[in-house]
């Protein structure tokens, strides 16, 4: 079972994901933060934006090199491959801070890593509103985040909403996490393992048909 946890910076993609890792004893890839690129980038995004995301690129081929080396486990994944392409690199070249000759190379290699990666069996989207994200980046205190404004992540947030909506084609659950606290909250956390339950039973059910059709 394959479940990817998507959202904008600040959405609590990190906590679900380990809380759900603990939950199911399963296997945990979170999104690194100690992209050598970071502080630059938000310092002058002209300038880094490419190296930055290049840099999380190679770090998510290295992801899934280790997710295939072993399908059988149960894995859970900080953000996905797809939110670095289609959000964050196409909102950099859209606001002109990546230029086209770099936004080209940077799509052709995602489109080779892709064809390598499996698609979530769910994904898990926590949408959230700017007070909501601006709140929750303000609590954890990064300091790389201190220049980020509420225009960038409203940018960001409506690429979201067109992903989800036009863009991915998998099964998606959404949190609403102005209103839904799943640490806070042990209903949210019940719907969202109710909702995994049912895809590991269909995964578990899946591969139990399809090896016996291998007899």
């Known amino acids: 079972m394959y479940i990817a946890i998507?959202?904008?910076i600040g959405s609590g993609k990190t906590t679900l994901t380990e809380l759900l890792t603990g939950r199911y004893g399963a296997k945990s890839y979170l999104e690194e933060t100690d992209n050598p690129y970071l502080g630059d980038f938000y310092e002058d995004m002209n300038r880094w934006s490419f190296n930055l995301q290049m840099h999380f690129l190679g770090s998510r081929i290295r992801q899934t090199m280790e997710m295939l080396a072993d399908p059988s486990r149960d894995i859970f994944q900080d953000r996905t491959?797809?939110?670095d392409a289609y959000i964050f690199a196409g909102n950099l070249h859209e606001m002109g801070l990546m230029s086209s000759r770099d936004f080209a190379t940077?799509?052709?290699i995602f489109r080779l890593v892709t064809h390598l990666i499996p698609q979530p069996d769910l994904l898990i989207y926590l949408k959230a509103s700017i007070p909501t994200l601006i709140d929750q980046i303000r609590r954890r205190g990064r300091a790389y985040e201190a220049n980020i404004d509420g225009s960038y992540l409203q940018r960001l947030n409506d690429k979201y909403d067109e992903w989800i909506?036009?863009?991915y084609g998998g099964e998606v659950l959404v949190v609403d996490k102005d209103c839904e606290d799943f640490v806070e909250d042990p209903a949210?956390?019940?719907k969202i393992c109710d909702r995994i339950d049912e895809v590991k039973a269909?995964?578990?059910g899946?591969?139990?048909n399809g090896a016996?059709?291998?007899r």
Do not use: P, Q
């Open 165 to 167: 909506t036009h863009g």
């Open 6 to 8: 998507a959202g904008n």
């Open 212 to 214: 016996e059709e291998g």
């Open 202 to 204: 269909r995964v578990s």
């Open 106 to 108: 940077y799509m052709g």
């Open 206 to 208: 899946l591969r139990t």
């Open 81 to 83: 491959v797809y939110e």
């Open 188 to 190: 949210v956390m019940k």
